[in-house]
Nanobody, 122 residues
């Protein structure tokens, strides 16, 4: 399984970015997918997850109402639409995959992408 995240960059507070994660995997539609993030000097933390059918999504309290996770199984893509960005959203964002259920913990995922940097200026 290979995961390639893209879409990071520099944005002003209040702005928006859309992250994308391309998955190179068979049976992508059987994988739960997630975005985690790691701010400088901090541990990696859960941001959002989506189950295989997109019928269920999960969000950290810190991003709920501002971020939206979605997926396109035909294209083997997962997206994270980030609106109303805040300086505290600055982090490297990682895409993760698990064959089966989507979870909120790092240990729930077997496969990780390389990360894409999001910087939000005040």
């Amino acid at each position: 399984v290979q995961l390639q995240a893209s879409g990071g960059g520099l944005v002003q507070a209040g702005g928006s970015l859309r992250l994308a994660c391309a998955a190179s995997v068979r049976l992508f539609s059987t994988y739960g997918m997630a975005w985690f993030r790691q701010a400088p000097g901090k541990e990696r933390e859960f941001a959002a997850a989506i189950d295989w059918s997109a019928s269920s999504t999960y969000y950290a309290d810190s991003v709920k109402g501002r971020f939206t996770i979605s997926r396109d199984n035909a294209k083997k893509m997962v997206y994270l639409q980030m609106n109303s960005l805040k300086p505290e959203d600055t982090a490297v964002y990682y895409c993760a995959a698990n064959q089966g259920r989507a979870g909120r913990t790092i240990g729930s995922y077997d496969h990780w992408g390389q990360g894409t940097l999001v910087t939000v200026s005040s």
